[in-house]
């Protein structure tokens, strides 16, 4: 073969190996762009969750895939579009760690939340988009479930000024679990009291939602002040083994360092569910941090037999 066509030859393998090349990097650099559009679309404008919760029955169901928009709750630009309150929302909640649930906001900061015979109240007006259906539950006696009977509570808001001192236990609970989403190191140590003694190793006994060292109680009890309540009617009625009946007091403390009340510095909302028997909201540990807000849940895509639903 002579010397110009080999040439012309080895320009054209060249030239072929440079165009896969070039295509081979437009298709990296495509897909790349399309993965950092998809991570960043799923990180902070939409997603889709599963359910896996019965907090929203009958509204969401378990097993259920809902499309989850995600936005900034904190800015006022969002109540300018949405009607806030009522609103589903997926929010990280104090009680559970790292982990998050589906629920309905009844009232936001400043404003004041209180339950009657099953029909919620936000500044003592009757909401009627947040209701227990009584057709599917029994009511319960007012002393007996925060479910149903809750007397007024105010959703702190920036600048509230909280003293431990004087609080009923349902609020100091409360204040305890606004401390916690605000400052670390934070615990509520219970102790049980004879006059003004301290029973050094009290036990527990026989109770049916703890059994063990005042000391050791769980942590996921801790905000839950529907079970402090029902511990201290226990330890009202049940005497211990020297015939004695303490009394529940708390100490709250941020590190080593008891605190008699702090300043609160967030917004919050007061968050329910659907299911009033099984959901546990706003009504057992206060009132959630807007920062913990995750999204706006707005459409079922699919579950229950039921495909791309409106969610309201």
Same mark, same amino acid.
């Given at each position: 073969?002579?010397?110009?066509?080999?040439?012309?030859?080895?320009?054209?393998?060249?030239?072929?190996?440079?165009?896969?090349?070039?295509?081979?990097?437009?298709?990296?650099?495509?897909?790349?762009?399309?993965?950092?559009?998809?991570?960043?679309?799923?990180?902070?404008?939409?997603?889709?969750?599963?359910?896996?919760?019965? $907090?929203?029955?009958?509204?969401?169901?378990?097993?259920?895939?809902?499309?989850? !928009?995600?936005?900034?709750?904190?800015?006022?630009?969002?109540?300018?579009?949405?009607?806030?309150?009522?609103? !589903?929302?997926?929010?990280?909640?104090?009680?559970? %760690?790292?982990?998050?649930?589906?629920?309905?906001?009844?009232?936001?900061?400043?404003?004041?939340?209180?339950?009657?015979?099953? $029909?919620? +109240?936000?500044?003592?007006?009757?909401?009627?988009?947040?209701?227990?259906?009584?057709?599917? +539950?029994?009511?319960?006696?007012?002393?007996?479930?925060?479910?149903?009977?809750?007397?007024? +509570?105010?959703?702190?808001?920036?600048?509230?000024?909280?003293?431990?001192?004087?609080?009923?236990?349902?609020?100091?609970?409360?204040?305890?679990?606004?401390?916690? $989403?605000?400052?670390?190191?934070?615990?509520?140590?219970a102790f049980a009291m004879v006059g003004d003694s301290i029973i050094d190793g009290y036990r527990i006994r026989n109770f049916s939602l703890y059994n063990g060292p005042m000391d050791s109680i769980p942590e996921e009890f801790s905000d839950d002040w529907f079970f402090w309540d029902r511990l201290r009617e226990y330890m009202k009625t049940n005497a211990d083994e020297a015939g004695v009946k303490p009394q529940l007091a708390f100490s709250v403390f941020v590190g080593a360092r008891e605190i008699t009340g702090f300043r609160v510095k967030k917004r919050y909302l007061f968050l329910m569910g659907d299911n009033w028997?099984?959901?546990?909201?706003?009504?057992?540990?206060?009132?959630?941090?807007?920062?913990?807000?995750?999204?706006?849940?707005?459409?079922?895509?699919? %579950?229950?037999?039921?495909?791309?639903?409106?969610?309201?």
């Amino acid at each position: 073969m002579p010397p110009k066509n080999r040439l012309s030859d080895l320009l054209n393998k060249l030239r072929d190996s440079a165009d896969t090349r070039m295509v081979f990097y437009r298709g990296v650099k495509r897909f790349a762009i399309i993965l950092a559009v998809g991570l960043f679309l799923k990180s902070f404008v939409c997603d889709s969750v599963r359910i896996d919760g019965s $907090q929203m029955e009958p509204t969401v169901l378990v097993g259920d895939r809902v499309l989850l !928009l995600k936005a900034p709750y904190a800015t006022s630009v969002l109540k300018k579009f949405f009607d806030v309150e009522n609103m !589903l929302t997926v929010a990280k909640l104090p009680e559970k %760690g790292d982990g998050c649930t589906i629920l309905r906001i009844a009232a936001v900061s400043g404003d004041t939340a209180s339950v009657d015979a099953g $029909q919620f +109240y936000r500044n003592c007006c009757a909401v009627n988009g947040v209701r227990k259906d009584t057709a599917r +539950y029994n009511l319960l006696p007012a002393a007996y479930s925060p479910a149903d009977f809750m007397t007024p +509570y105010r959703v702190p808001a920036p600048g509230d000024t909280v003293t431990f001192a004087g609080l009923t236990l349902r609020d100091l609970v409360f204040s305890y679990a606004t401390l916690r $989403q605000e400052k670390s190191r934070v615990r509520l140590k219970a102790f049980a009291m004879v006059g003004d003694s301290i029973i050094d190793g009290y036990r527990i006994r026989n109770f049916s939602l703890y059994n063990g060292p005042m000391d050791s109680i769980p942590e996921e009890f801790s905000d839950d002040w529907f079970f402090w309540d029902r511990l201290r009617e226990y330890m009202k009625t049940n005497a211990d083994e020297a015939g004695v009946k303490p009394q529940l007091a708390f100490s709250v403390f941020v590190g080593a360092r008891e605190i008699t009340g702090f300043r609160v510095k967030k917004r919050y909302l007061f968050l329910m569910g659907d299911n009033w028997v099984g959901a546990k909201d706003s009504r057992y540990y206060g009132a959630v941090r807007i920062d913990n807000v995750i999204g706006r849940p707005i459409m079922r895509l699919w %579950g229950n037999g039921k495909y791309f639903d409106a969610l309201k």
